[in-house]
């Protein structure tokens, strides 16, 4: 085979692409113009069958260069229109493999400029896979080719961003090229965006992915050749990394399907969270965030279970800033105790949206708070001025809707003072003095969120705490002190608010909202 022949080949396609190129423009595609593509064709299907024979070989022994031109040429007929023949792939494999290892930069950026080069690039071929990943490198890693733009000629697919994770996950482990990581974390997040946004609805191919990335952090440990928590805290790209490569991930909804990736997970963030280097005001909240994320994302029954060991896990580690000593739970102590623990607000959302996870996650059988009980300690979503301190912290905007959502599901979900069960309760005695400011406080907040309308999308959880909060009282407390903290004022304008709501008459008696005022409040 005559390296000569390669050459004409590709010169005659390239001068078909011309042509094409100055039909289109001019408006004459005639017969000419189609003769001469049959005979490209024609010459193409030939040339490829001498590919075939000649082998990987053949062309390892030729200047890179050839292979080039000629995958190249092959795409070149595709984007005009010349369907490729089967044996056209075949070739495109041979010349692929014989390029592998001596494809330099300039030769991806050759190749990734051409529109049709993505239809070989998607090939499922391992040889297309190998060559598609040092592709993928080469664009972000030379400052050249990020320059040029050539990042955007990548195909966006589920399948082809499984590549980019590959890179991205083995160069995040190489710890040497923080700046490549960065970029193929962008490229992977932007191409994810945009496939979500051109169809939400497309489930296999984001299922498939998701699969494929939960193999991955199954072994993470193996497949770097190093425990995470020993880098972690050493090296502050990888920590950075790290954590936003698990918060790209974790919007994959299927992601923990995987059970062992499940686990694996929340045992390495465990591992991190408890670890004495972590740091209070850095690590701790996006740590948090991403294990309530985790615990979130599993489905039952895995889900209690996991709740149940991560409970364990964090009572058994006893960090200050989440298990707090009997003596520094009372109100008074805590904010001393908060500044010299350097527990923000922000720390103690995020400990009160876990907290709330692991409520709902305990099982039917295990009647304490998330495992995290303890006679003479608390956990910090345990306070009982802590909670109240979210619930009505909407008053003055100094704490957000999150946090009022999860200190409301803690004490929606936990067991009332004086029940039955011997579990400690954020809920305070009604008897004493501090429980009688306590659910003065809340009861007051809770009417008037009731009637503010910018948080009408609470109101319903607002009504559920109100109501319970009504029935402990109740139970506690004399009838002359339970009517003062009713409120027979707040009742009527609360009513009166709700009545005005549209509803249809033909069905019902009153605006539904009513209907669950009224019900929690016990006046139906």
Same mark, same amino acid.
């Given at each position: 085979?005559?390296?000569?022949?390669?050459?004409?080949?590709?010169?005659?396609?390239?001068?078909?692409?011309?042509?094409?190129?100055?039909?289109?423009?001019?408006?004459?595609?005639?017969?000419?113009?189609?003769?001469?593509?049959?005979?490209?064709?024609?010459?193409?299907?030939?040339?490829?069958?001498?590919?075939?024979?000649?082998?990987?070989?053949?062309?390892?022994?030729?200047?890179?260069?050839?292979?080039?031109?000629?995958?190249?040429?092959?795409?070149?007929?595709?984007?005009?229109?010349?369907?490729?023949p089967p044996v056209a792939f075949q070739a495109s494999s041979i010349l692929a493999k014989a390029l592998l290892d001596r494809l330099r930069d300039d030769h991806t950026h050759t190749l990734l400029s051409l529109d049709s080069f993505s239809i070989l690039l998607r090939q499922a071929d391992p040889v297309w896979i190998t060559l598609a990943q040092k592709m993928i490198y080469h664009v972000h890693a030379n400052a050249e080719?990020?320059?040029?733009?050539?990042?955007?000629?990548?195909?966006?697919?589920?399948?082809?961003?499984?590549?980019?994770?590959?890179?991205?996950?083995?160069?995040?482990?190489?710890?040497?090229?923080?700046?490549?990581?960065?970029?193929?974390?962008?490229?992977?997040?932007?191409?994810?965006?945009?496939?979500?946004?051109?169809?939400?609805?497309? +489930?296999?191919?984001?299922? $498939?992915?998701?699969? /494929?990335?939960?193999?991955? %952090? !199954?072994? @993470?440990? =193996?497949?770097?050749?190093?425990?995470? +928590?020993?880098?972690?805290? $050493?090296?502050?790209? /990888?920590?950075?990394?790290? %954590? !936003?490569? @698990?918060? =790209?991930?974790?919007?994959?909804?299927?992601?923990?399907?995987?059970?062992?990736?499940?686990?694996?997970?929340?045992?390495? %963030?465990?591992? @991190?969270? =408890?670890?004495?280097?972590?740091?209070?005001?850095?690590?701790?909240v996006p740590l948090l965030s991403l294990l309530s994320t985790c615990l979130l994302l599993s489905e039952d029954p895995i889900f209690p279970q996991v709740s149940s060991m991560v409970g364990a896990r964090l009572k058994a580690a006893k960090r200050p800033w989440m298990i707090v000593s009997s003596d520094a739970c009372n109100e008074a102590a805590w904010p001393a105790y908060a500044k010299s623990q350097k527990i923000s607000k922000l720390l103690v959302e995020e400990l009160l949206c876990l907290g709330a996870v692991l409520i709902l996650g305990r099982s039917q059988t295990d009647q304490r708070v998330a495992a995290l009980e303890a006679s003479e300690e608390a956990a910090v979503f345990e306070l009982s001025h802590v909670l109240l301190k979210a619930i009505c912290g909407l008053l003055c905007a100094t704490l957000s809707r999150r946090s009022f959502c999860a200190a409301a599901l803690l004490l929606l979900n936990s067991a009332t003072p004086g029940g039955e069960t011997k579990c400690q309760s954020p809920w305070p005695e009604g008897t004493s003095e501090a429980g009688r400011v306590f659910y003065t406080q809340l009861i007051t907040a809770l009417y008037s969120y009731l009637t503010d309308i910018t948080l009408r999308d609470l109101r319903l959880l607002t009504m559920a705490l109100l109501g319970k909060a009504l029935r402990i009282v109740r139970h506690q407390l004399p009838l002359s002190e339970v009517t003062k903290l009713e409120g027979t004022v707040w009742n009527l304008v609360v009513t009166e608010s709700l009545q005005l709501e549209d509803y249809d008459e033909d069905q019902l008696p009153c605006p539904p909202a009513l209907i669950v005022f009224l019900a929690e409040v016990g006046a139906l």
């Open positions: 085979m005559c390296p000569a022949l390669l050459a004409v080949t590709a010169c005659l396609i390239n001068r078909h692409q011309y042509l094409s190129s100055e039909g289109f423009a001019t408006g004459h595609t005639g017969a000419a113009l189609d003769s001469e593509g049959e005979t490209v064709l024609r010459l193409l299907s030939y040339l490829c069958a001498q590919i075939t024979c000649a082998g990987v070989d053949y062309f390892g022994k030729l200047p890179p260069i050839f292979s080039v031109e000629l995958l190249a040429s092959l795409s070149i007929a595709a984007s005009f229109g010349i369907a490729l080719l990020v320059l040029s733009g050539v990042v955007k000629t990548l195909p966006t697919t589920y399948e082809f961003l499984s590549l980019v994770w590959t890179v991205w996950f083995t160069v995040l482990g190489g710890l040497e090229e923080p700046h490549v990581v960065d970029r193929l974390s962008e490229t992977f997040t932007t191409g994810f965006d945009s496939l979500k946004q051109s169809d939400p609805e497309e +489930s296999v191919g984001e299922a $498939k992915l998701a699969g /494929f990335i939960a193999e991955e %952090l !199954s072994s @993470l440990s =193996t497949k770097w050749g190093f425990p995470i +928590s020993s880098v972690f805290y $050493k090296n502050d790209h /990888f920590r950075r990394q790290f %954590l !936003s490569m @698990l918060a =790209t991930v974790t919007n994959l909804s299927t992601l923990f399907q995987n059970r062992l990736c499940l686990h694996r997970t929340v045992e390495t %963030l465990l591992d @991190l969270i =408890t670890d004495e280097q972590c740091d209070i005001e850095r690590d701790a």
